[in-house]
């Protein structure tokens, strides 16, 4: 199959009269990845800060991340406090591990500490459930997690 062929100066004139991408794809008769492509190719800079707004995350991100992540927000809020993609968030705490990688439906920092001070101080799992108003199996997740931690230290 033949490349399409692009006027590159009638493709960057289209560009600057504000043309959606899909508009100009269909004049030239191409997908719009060619459009983009050809864009990118051209480094045209009114195209990478209008199509390309991505952040690059760097340690003091990931550490916000880790410390947003701690207090129980989901990925959705970090990434809606982080203004970044939802995405972004996600594969930055599954390729680092991020900070003790709590379950979705976490409970509140603070009763995850105190559901480890109780057990370390020897209660049974069913009384530390009924101590703080959660199931024995959420105190069992909490624990394991605990525990799977100290391993990793």
């Known amino acids: 199959m033949p490349k399409a062929k692009v006027d590159k100066t009638i493709l960057i004139n289209m ?9 100009i794809a269909s004049v030239f008769n191409v997908k719009q990845a060619t459009i983009y492509n ?16 991505y952040k690059k ?7 916000k991340i880790e410390n947003l992540k701690s207090k129980g927000l ?9 203004n970044v993609n939802y995405s972004t968030i996600f594969r930055r705490i599954n390729s680092n591990k991020i900070a003790n990688k709590l379950p979705r439906n976490s409970l509140d920092i603070k009763l995850i500490e105190q559901i480890i ?6 209660l ?3 009384d530390i ?5 959660c199931s024995v199996q959420t105190v069992i997740k909490y624990v394991h997690i605990n525990n799977k931690n100290k391993k990793e230290d």
Request: charged fraction near 30%; hydrophobic fraction near 30%; charge should be positive.
């Open 15 to 23: 560009f600057k009269q504000n043309l959606s991408i899909s508009q």
């Open 38 to 53: 050809n864009l990118r190719k051209l480094n045209v800079k009114e195209y990478t800060k209008q199509y390309r707004p």
């Open 57 to 63: 995350l760097n340690e003091n991100d990931i550490s």
């Open 74 to 82: 989901s990925i959705r809020q970090i990434a809606v406090e982080m």
């Open 117 to 122: 001070d109780l057990k370390s101080q020897g």
């Open 124 to 126: 049974k799992l069913k």
């Open 129 to 133: 459930a009924e101590r703080v108003g």
